[in-house]
């Protein structure tokens, strides 16, 4: 069991609305990257904070935010809800210019009614 | 740009048989490789990387995998399965070793059967 823990573990929420997910680093990491996983799909990359700054971003669209705080725990933040975005959402904790792995948590699932 | 082929989506084995998971990837640049494992409900597990170094990379629960660099695959094997290996194995690719950006593929579902 890695030490990424996110909250909650589930949640349901209606189209249009918004949503936040947390995630809290495995000490010592200080580099939070945020997947999406759709059902039977890999992990898609959203983004990564650094420092509290967005250090990449894959290919989603701007109602995807995010915050790192400075214990380098971290936020997602889904805004007009899309029926699309159910999934499991994962976040991996890691230190930035080491060779050491990315932790990943358990995960949210996310259901979109 | 980078990309990872898994070419099996499932595969099925006896218990005690041996087992390989396969997978391409394509990049322009450095690569770093990465098996993961994931068990229903849960997160991701990392099972090995491949950094630098051996292309031979032994992991975790007996798994090993090697690289080959003029064929662009890093495949997964394991000599002898156990029921408790069923699960959704991932490869993943990245240009930076602490898993920035990382891109997965769309995993295999490893089924051992009594």
């Known amino acids: 069991e890695t030490g990424v823990t996110q909250s909650p573990t589930h949640l349901i929420k209606t189209r249009g609305q918004q949503v936040t997910l947390r995630c809290s680093s495995q000490?010592?990491?200080?580099?939070v990257s945020w997947y999406q996983q759709a059902l039977g799909q890999g992990p898609q990359f959203i983004f990564q904070?650094?420092?509290?700054?967005?250090?990449g971003r894959g290919n989603f669209p701007p109602r995807f935010s995010g915050l790192q705080f400075p214990n380098y725990s971290s936020e997602l933040n889904v805004n007009a809800l899309e029926l699309d975005d159910s999934a499991l959402y994962l976040c991996?904790?890691?230190?930035?210019?080491?060779?050491?792995?990315?932790?990943f948590g358990q995960g949210t699932r996310l259901t979109v009614v | 740009a980078q990309s990872v082929t898994q070419l099996d989506s499932q595969v099925p084995v006896f218990e005690e048989a041996p087992v390989e998971l396969r997978c391409n990837y394509s990049s322009s640049v450095s690569v770093y490789l990465f098996w993961y494992v994931q068990y229903p409900n849960q997160g991701l597990q990392l099972l090995l990387k491949y950094l630098s170094g051996s292309t031979l990379v032994k992991g975790i629960n007996g798994f090993e995998a090697e690289f080959n660099k003029s064929q662009t695959s890093f495949h997964l094997r394991k000599p002898s399965v156990h029921i408790s290996d069923t699960a959704e194995y991932f490869c993943?690719?990245?240009?930076?070793?602490?898993?920035?950006?990382?891109?997965f593929g769309a995993g295999t579902r490893l089924f051992v059967k009594a």
């Open positions: 000490s010592g990491h200080n580099t």
């Open positions: 904070y650094y420092r509290e700054e967005e250090n």
């Open positions: 991996a904790s890691s230190f930035a210019g080491g060779d050491t792995e990315a932790f």
């Open positions: 993943a690719v990245s240009d930076r070793p602490g898993g920035f950006k990382t891109i």
